[in-house]
């Protein structure tokens, strides 16, 4: 597959994407995966994107918008039966639009801790050779927009409340996958974190 990873190389507000970036193209080249890397949200248009079969999105921008042509060319490159991966910060720009189609807004989040993440779904393909794992990490807390329609496989316990920490939803005929961990590069060098990466990638672009 050929895959478009997007982040915040040069400013990031809070996260950094060069050593994300490094990790999950490595990771991914290892796989026989082609890999491209920006943080030009002007690619974010029909055309540009239709050399792509997946998306993984990191883009950092607390207050800022992406705009409904972006998210439009997003919705209309998964409804034609492509994938994205958002990852943590990807949910935090102000648009609705983008909410919706994530399936959630955020609200808050708790300290950066140690937490204790639980597989909810251990048949799904996300899953695959993960088992409940410890990581340091902060844990986006969100508003459901569409429970009906998203698939939660992963779960943690945050002062006696079971969160969810990632899920899966079909958006046309196209795969998405949110992911509420995410907050560094630390993150991306746990093992099983990654393992979850690379599952998700595979299963939004099909190939399970």
């Known amino acids: 597959m050929k895959i478009l990873l997007l982040g915040d190389f040069t400013r990031p507000v809070y996260h950094p994407f060069e050593g994300v970036y490094r990790l999950l193209k490595a990771a991914l080249e290892r796989e026989g995966h082609t890999v491209d890397g920006s943080e030009d949200r002007s690619l974010l248009d029909d055309d540009r994107l239709s050399f792509y079969d997946l998306i993984l999105s990191y ?3 607390p207050g800022g918008v992406l705009g409904r042509d972006a998210v439009g060319a997003l919705e209309r490159f998964m409804a034609s039966g492509k994938g994205l991966v958002a990852v943590h910060c990807a949910v935090l720009s102000e648009d609705p ?5 994530l399936g959630a807004k955020f609200l808050n989040h708790p300290p950066y801790q140690m937490l204790r993440v639980q597989t909810k779904d251990d048949a799904h393909p996300i899953t695959d050779g993960v088992k409940a794992f410890d990581i340091q990490d902060e844990l986006y807390i969100m508003e459901p927009l569409v429970p009906d329609e998203r698939h939660v496989f992963l779960e943690c316990s945050l002062d006696g409340v079971v969160q969810p920490v990632a899920w899966t939803r ?8 949110y ?8 993150s991306f060098s746990n093992p099983s974190f990654m393992k979850l990466m690379v599952n998700s990638l595979h299963w939004a672009g099909g190939s399970n």
Request: no cysteine.
């Open 59 to 61: 883009f950092d921008a």
């Open 97 to 101: 639009e983008l909410h919706r189609l």
């Open 170 to 177: 079909n958006v046309g005929q196209g795969r998405l996958v």
């Open 179 to 186: 992911h509420a961990l995410g907050h560094s590069e630390s």
